[in-house]
């Protein structure tokens, strides 16, 4: 039954199981780091890595494979290792595919800690990276070398939104050998299925929309069948170990996740469509709007769209954007995103493009629409607007 399950049953259902926990809805939080065997035969057997057993604190619990199962099914993989960080699922995914001599492509718009991740540690490895345009699609294959081990997307990019066209960089990559990771996280992990378009590895940053309350760090890994050995054995060995707490949040914001995100797209949507018709605003970058360059991929890959998008300006000068910002009152200046709350940062894509440089001459904005009443966000909004032209005047 639970393979024929819709998604939003399967968000609420996959993980539990309530008749092995005296009838608790949620699966108890394990905290622990020693495990006791009855036996010196059951110690050494326990040294065998075995995925679902609980052997020590640091490679899991039953709350920890409670969470990874239910990733699982809602990505549609075949397993997930869960990891203390999105960031830590990024190093984690790329490390247990290449090594000293191999050579990765990496999409230019990605997050820019994967980036430094390839420019320090893959770099101090011996280990190359190419980075490419994320508008390439199948013309990828021209970049693929004898040595290329990992082809790396994500989509939307970050900061700047463009929709890759992962099938056919997939059909590439896979032509060549390579294994194509993808950071999903924009979508959820459940908005665009990763493994029926190509995809070998799908990282999420779990702190964002499946915590989805601001008070949790976790990352997954989900893999096919083919490529989950090498992740598992890479968590194993780099030492990753989850605090239960946080993995039980994740779990819990798991079980709403599909109708958060419903209404992160509403609400985005409305925010969205009236940024557009403003003065102040150059373009927006929101691929669930028609004339966004990426809608027509977005349409035919996604099933929805989640809350984050960037916004150019027209050109303002510093005192002006600083005019806007500082005095937004219902958005807040922070890292991350997916919580309920909204949230506005200043980006700089064009300090760390170098496949294709940005050519946009206004700041970008970077929002994310939280579950707030759209109106009172439109109304802060407009209120930092008329600071920014007000300051801009006054320069």
Not at 75 to 84: H, K, L, M, S
């Amino acid at each position: 039954m639970k393979s024929k399950m819709k998604l939003d049953t399967t968000l609420v259902h996959a993980g539990r199981n309530p008749r092995a926990h005296e009838g608790v809805v949620n699966p108890p939080v394990y905290h622990a780091s020693t495990i006791l065997y009855p036996t010196v035969a059951a110690h050494e057997a326990a040294s065998v890595p075995n995925p679902k057993a609980t052997t020590y604190g640091r490679h899991g619990t039953a709350t920890h494979r409670a969470f990874e199962e239910a990733v699982a099914a809602a990505e549609g993989g075949f397993a997930t290792r869960v990891v203390p960080s999105g960031f830590a699922a990024v190093v984690a995914a790329i490390l247990a595919f290449v090594k000293s001599g191999d050579h990765v492509l990496m999409v230019d718009s990605v997050y820019a800690p994967a980036r430094r991740c390839c420019d320090v540690t893959l770099k101090n490895f011996g280990i190359e990276t190419t980075y490419y345009d994320p508008l390439t699609g199948a013309g990828i294959a021209k970049l693929i070398r004898p040595n290329t081990k990992i082809v790396y997307t994500e989509s939307p990019g970050s900061i700047t939104f463009e929709v890759q066209d992962v099938p056919a960089i997939a059909a590439a990559a896979h032509a060549a050998g390579a294994v194509v990771l993808m950071d999903n996280t924009w979508a959820g992990g459940i908005l665009f299925n990763a493994f029926s378009h190509g995809v070998d590895v799908s990282i999420h940053a779990a702190t964002k929309y499946i915590v989805g309350h601001s008070d949790a760090m976790l990352g997954t890994i989900t893999a096919t069948e083919a490529a989950i050995d090498p992740v598992r054995a890479s968590v194993r060995a780099l030492g990753y170990a989850t605090g239960p707490d946080d993995v039980y949040l994740g779990l819990r914001g798991l079980r709403t996740l599909g109708v958060r995100l419903k209404q992160h797209q509403a609400n985005a949507r409305i925010v969205a469509e009236w940024l557009r018709a403003r003065p102040e605003v150059a373009e927006v970058l929101y691929p669930a709007l028609p004339n966004d360059p990426g809608h027509a991929l977005w349409k035919r890959d996604f099933t929805g769209a989640s809350g984050l998008f960037g916004v150019v300006l027209r050109e303002y000068p510093r005192p002006a954007m600083e005019a806007m910002l500082d005095g937004m009152g219902l958005f807040g200046m922070g890292a991350s995103w997916g919580g309920f709350e909204s949230l506005v940062l200043w980006q700089h894509p064009e300090k760390i493009r170098t496949a294709v440089p940005w050519t946009r001459k206004g700041p970008v904005l970077r929002l994310h629409i939280g579950l707030e009443d759209p109106s009172d966000l439109i109304a802060d909004l407009e209120a930092g607007f008329g600071r920014l032209t007000q300051a801009a005047k006054a320069a």
